[in-house]
T-cell receptor, first 110, second 115 residues
Framework: AQSVTQPDIHITVSEGASLELRCNYS??????LFWYVQSPGQGLQLLLK??????LVQGIKGFEAEFKRSQSSFNLRKPSVHWSDAAEYFC????????FGAGTRLTVKP | GAVVSQHPSWVICKSGTSVKIECRSL??????MFWYRQFPKQSLMLMAT?????????EQGVEKDKFLINHASLTLSTLTVTSAHPEDSSFYIC???????????FGPGTRLLVL
């Protein structure tokens, strides 16, 4: 069955610390991969996407993600987190239609 | 850019009434639009996919007579929640794409509360 898994429901990091949010997928073929961020009561903003080519993708707000085919993963990273990064993060995959992971809520400690 | 708007941003209605939510692509033509529903602290669930000029394709378990979708132009799709009930209260988000396999751009969402 096709699925998207974000193993971490909630992550807390200190401001300035590095961040990695995990995403694993299970699809028959390599789908298109996305990371979105959602602030409370808001819609979704696209951080980055992977269709093909370079497996390390750069996005907005200093985020990057690496596609690893062997691990069926597309983890999101940021070297230094800012307080404004606190939000809900969704990994999504698209293969004809888009499916979202359950989301990871990021809390940033001062 | 690729901006998508939704109107209204929030709505409160009485049980049994119908509510229409608009989704507009402001600076591009959207061949395909999607409607999602999000419950508190949960992920987005795809409700339906609509292609301009044709009937929407609904996900399993979504009542097409309950959630009427119209995609009459390349910049506008509407979702009408008919005879709304309290269990229909949710956050409804639309997205628009230039084509079926293109990147989706999301609207800001519409919060519906049915009393």
């Amino acid at each position: 069955a096709q699925s998207v898994t974000q193993p971490d429901i909630h992550i807390t990091v200190s401001e300035g610390a590095s961040l990695e949010l995990r995403c694993n997928y299970s699809y028959g073929a390599t789908p298109y991969l996305f990371w979105y961020v959602q602030s409370p009561g808001q819609g979704l903003q696209l951080l980055l996407k992977y269709f093909s080519g370079d497996t390390l993708v750069q996005g907005i707000k200093g985020f990057e993600a690496e596609f690893k085919r062997s691990q069926s993963s597309f983890n999101l990273r940021k070297p230094s987190v800012h307080w404004s990064d606190a939000a809900e993060y969704f990994c999504a995959v698209s293969n004809n239609d888009m499916r979202f992971g359950a989301g990871t809520r990021l809390t940033v400690k001062p | 850019g690729a901006v998508v708007s939704q109107h209204p941003s929030w709505v409160i209605c009485k049980s049994g009434t119908s509510v229409k939510i608009e989704c507009r692509s402001l600076d591009f033509q959207a061949t395909t639009m999607f409607w999602y529903r999000q419950f508190p602290k949960q992920s987005l669930m795809l409700m339906a996919t609509s292609n301009e000029g044709s009937k929407a394709t609904y996900e399993q378990g979504v009542e097409k007579d309950k959630f009427l979708i119209n995609h009459a132009s390349l910049t506008l799709s509407t979702l009408t929640v008919t005879s709304a009930h309290p269990e229909d209260s949710s956050f409804y988000i639309c997205s628009a794409a230039r084509g079926p396999q293109e990147t989706q751009y999301f609207g800001p969402g519409t919060r519906l509360l049915v009393l």
